[in-house]
């Protein structure tokens, strides 16, 4: 070890400038594989998802592989994805794991293992989490994260409605989940800051395009964001750009997936979308 | 479809009857398989979880995978599960897959579909979850789960410390977000009940015996439980039994791993082990 890397927010806003705020979200439903003309079986997802790395090279920073649709097809799914990371990496994309995953203690160790250690077929850029078990216990992977240079995504504040009631469930009088839980980020971000002079700290959050500015104090986050709900969700390039108006443009992270997998099964039509989002969003943000 | 299954929560409640409320958590961490030995990859990870299902078989009720440390191993690992969740069906030992899955509209779907699903290699008994993205967004795991006699835990109160203030927390001044969830998975539990006739309904919660008895109407879920927290993290059997003193035990599953493992390598020292803990559960409960 002691090597130096460079940490996941700034390699995302390197990303971000040299493309758009774009990530390709990969989740081929088995609705969207029929759509496509192909078998509802893990060649049918290989294909899929060939495809979408392939039209997002230089036009997104980032793809997002949705694990449940891997998960679907146990070990030969996961062996698809494997390939999809190593294949994106190879294509300069970014890998974003979009798998929740949330566990305390010697489980949680290996959650890092599984998604944030070079040694693993799976290893990539970041990590979605989700924190019901408690922000502190995820410390593990907040280290390791740090130390080799790659990220994570708390969800803080999801784009679907269901979420609400418990993300703003009060833990004090005056204070929020989702405020917490972004407050706590920004305090482990600052302290990354001071020591390592980065730009932007490791640990990112998830909040939705759907939610409404004046709720949550974005800026303190010090980090970057992956922003879900724009395209088939309902909101805008212009809704992210009036919700993240007070954050740097290289830490916003959209993502988009049906409103590009509808496009397919063509690459070139699938490129064609991604680019056409891709200038919206670098036109607005 | 139209077939008639028996509900997950008879299921349990008749395999509890049958063995025991014990089951046998197979957490095989880098530091076990050391400890017995083995290689830290996918051969020795098999080794550990076919000698802890062969040890369990007649004397617990189910058991309980932890993902992450399959997913360690990436395809490979969950090649392994696969062989697991069939070598235990066949034993007779029903499966809870521990994954803490949550998600939204087609990704909770796709989840259903991975380990709820007769087609799926992953298919098991029941599946961990955790809501926060919101326990309305798993509607379709819910009746997924009901139709094909599988089952649910959702992550309510966790045998952690850094978990409290998020589950704690209020979503209205006199109601917790873990109170609430209760409450909800008890209403769906008896609308089962009510129109099946079964006698516990197909939707668990997660409760660790590190609680303490009244902060919770547990007996109003109708539903089993998983337990975790005994031995390793500090309950006692007698803890469960205190906590639990309203429920039925039929419908109190303890779960416990380290205190297991640590017996191994030896099979029948595992089921020694395994063995002990289930006359004194048994004997408690």
């Known amino acids: 070890m002691g090597e130096q890397h460079q940490g996941f927010g700034d390699r995302l806003a390197s990303a971000i400038g040299l493309t758009s705020p774009l990530c ?63 294949l994106a ?64 995504f708390v969800v803080v504040a999801s784009s679907n409605p269901e979420g609400r009631a418990l993300q703003e469930a009060k833990i004090s009088p005056t204070m929020s989940i989702e405020q917490s839980l972004l407050a706590d980020l920004g305090r482990r971000n600052r302290a990354e800051i001071a020591s390592t002079q980065c730009a932007f700290g490791s640990l990112g959050a998830v909040v939705g395009a759907t939610r409404s500015a004046g709720q949550l104090d974005l800026a303190s986050l010090a980090g970057p964001y992956l922003v879900p709900g724009v395209g088939a969700q309902g909101a805008t390039p212009e809704d ?16 988009a997936s049906r409103s590009i997998l509808s496009a397919g099964p063509d690459e070139g039509a699938v490129r064609a979308a991604a680019e056409s989002l891709a200038t919206e969003l670098t036109r607005a943000l």
Request: glycine share 10%; net charge negative; hydrophobic share 50%.
């Open 89 to 152: 990496s190879d294509a300069g994309l970014l890998v974003v794991i979009d798998a929740k995953r949330g566990d305390i203690g010697t489980t949680m160790e290996a959650y890092g293992e599984a998604w944030l250690d070079d040694r693993s077929s799976l290893a990539a850029d970041a990590l979605t989490v989700t924190s019901y078990l408690g922000i502190d216990a995820m410390e593990p992977v907040f280290d390791l994260a740090r130390a080799s240079g790659r990220g994570l």
């Open 240 to 255: 992210v750009a009036t919700l993240f108006a007070h954050c740097s443009p290289r830490s916003v992270l959209v993502n």
């Open 24 to 86: 390709a979200g990969i989740d081929p439903s088995s609705a969207l594989l029929g759509q496509w003309g192909l078998t509802d079986d893990a060649a049918g997802l290989a294909t899929m998802a060939r495809t979408v790395v392939a039209a997002s090279a230089g036009v997104a920073a980032a793809i997002k592989p949705q694990v449940a649709f891997f998960e679907r097809f146990g070990s030969a799914g996961y062996a698809v994805l494997e390939e999809v990371i190593a």
